[in-house]
C-alpha cells in the first residue's frame, strides 16, 4: 500500500491544523493506522496516535486531548485533527500502516 500524507504548514502556537493520510489501491492493509512524528535533531520518530478499522482510538500523553485521529474506511484516510498547538509539537508527521510510512508531512508551529 502507498500512503500519501498532506495538511502540514505553518502555523501559530494555539492554532489549528488537519493532517490527511490516504491509502492508495485497496486501501489500509493494517486494523491499526497511526501517526508519529520526528521532531527536528531528533533520531527516533515518536508515537503519536492510533486508530483502528472499527474507531477505537490511543494517543501519546503529549498530545492528549489536543490531538484528535479518526478513520474514513470508504474514503481510505485517515485525518489528525491537531488543536491548541505548541512549539514542540514542531515535527515532520508521519502515518503508519504496517509496514508501510507515509512520506511524512513537515508541521511548523511558531511561538
Known amino acids: 500500500v502507498q500512503l500519501q500524507a498532506s495538511g502540514g504548514g505553518l502555523v501559530q502556537a494555539g492554532g489549528s491544523l488537519r493532517l490527511s493520510c490516504a491509502a492508495s489501491g485497496n486501501g489500509f492493509s493494517s486494523n491499526v493506522v497511526a501517526w508519529y512524528r520526528q521532531a527536528p535533531g531528533k533520531q527516533q520518530r515518536g508515537f503519536v496516535a492510533?486508530?483502528?478499522?472499527?474507531?477505537?482510538?490511543y494517543y501519546a500523553d503529549s498530545v492528549k486531548g489536543r490531538f484528535t485521529i479518526s478513520r474514513d474506511n470508504a474514503k481510505n484516510t485517515v485525518y489528525l485533527q491537531m488543536n491548541s498547538l505548541k512549539a514542540e509539537d514542531t515535527a515532520v508527521y508521519y502515518c503508519?500502516?504496517?509496514?508501510?510510512w507515509g512520506q511524512g508531512t513537515l508541521v511548523t508551529v511558531s511561538s
Open positions: 503508519n500502516d504496517p509496514p508501510s
Open positions: 492510533r486508530v483502528t478499522t472499527d474507531g477505537h482510538t
